[in-house]
Structure formats: structure tokens, C-alpha cells
């Protein structure tokens, strides 16, 4: 019997070890997740200002109104946004943690944001370079 618990003990301690690491791990590949799906707006509004003159300010709503793609990636782990500059030439895309997907906690890299020129931007308490790597 005391070596079941003795067992159990150990088990006990490695699981409160592994399962933070673990869990940062799956946040941290998740972000793959906003990268795809921004370069997927990125190039979506690419193909709509060679067609239109202008960049797109909708990421849902159908062409010429927008652009055509879901509102979320691709997993519903992030929401997609764009604010558009007034001239229609530059713009900042979005992708935020949505309230149902495990990355609303990850505090280190939160939001993610690439411009019209393609400078990829975050927000949380990491750097640019470990957060879009």
C-alpha cells in the first residue's frame, strides 16, 4: 500500500510539472494559427487593391465590399479585423484571441497585427520576434 501511494505521489508531481509546460506548448503552436490567417488577409487584400485601386475594409462582407474570407481563423481560436486609413491605401490587420478558444490566456503574445507594407506588430508582454516565430 505504501508504495501505491509512494507511486502516486510521483505521478502527482510529475503531472503538476508537465501540464503548465504543456499547456504553454499548445498556446504557443496555436499562434501559428493568427500568423496563417493574417498572411491570408494580407494576401487577400493584395489581390483586392490590384483589382480596386483601393484596400478592402471588411474582412467578411462580399467583393467590392470587402473581402470575401470568414471572419475567424481558421480554428475560431482568433478573430480577424481591419482598420483601413481614410485614403483606403494602408491598412492593419487583426487577429484577436476569441473568448471560446484557450489563447484568450495567453498573455505573452495576445494580438497579433501586420500592416499593408507586411511590418508584423503584438500585443501582450512579449517581443515581436518570439511571438510571429
Same mark, same amino acid.
Do not use: K
Given at each position: ?71 475567424? *481563423?481558421?480554428?475560431? %481560436?482568433?478573430?480577424? +479585423? &481591419? $482598420?483601413? /486609413? =481614410? #485614403?483606403?491605401? !494602408? ?21 497579433? *497585427?501586420?500592416?499593408? %507594407?507586411?511590418?508584423? +506588430? &503584438? $500585443?501582450? /508582454? =512579449? #517581443?515581436?520576434? !518570439?511571438?510571429?516565430?
Amino acid at each position: 500500500m505504501l508504495e501505491m501511494l509512494i507511486a502516486l505521489a510521483v505521478v502527482g508531481i510529475l503531472a503538476a510539472i508537465a501540464l503548465p509546460a504543456y499547456q504553454r506548448h499548445v498556446q504557443r503552436v496555436n499562434r501559428g494559427e493568427a500568423m496563417v490567417a493574417l498572411y491570408g488577409v494580407l494576401a487577400a487584400q493584395e489581390r483586392f487593391h490590384l483589382r480596386h485601386g483601393a484596400y478592402a475594409a471588411d474582412v467578411t462582407a462580399a467583393p467590392p465590399a470587402g473581402l470575401g474570407i470568414g471572419g475567424t *481563423s481558421e480554428g475560431r %481560436r482568433y478573430s480577424l +479585423a &481591419i $482598420s483601413l /486609413s =481614410g #485614403d483606403g491605401q !494602408s491598412f492593419i490587420a487583426t487577429a484577436t484571441p476569441t473568448r471560446e478558444g484557450s489563447q484568450a490566456s495567453d498573455d505573452t503574445c495576445l494580438a497579433f *497585427s501586420v500592416d499593408h %507594407r507586411g511590418r508584423r +506588430a &503584438i $500585443s501582450g /508582454s =512579449g #517581443d515581436v520576434a !518570439s511571438c510571429w516565430r
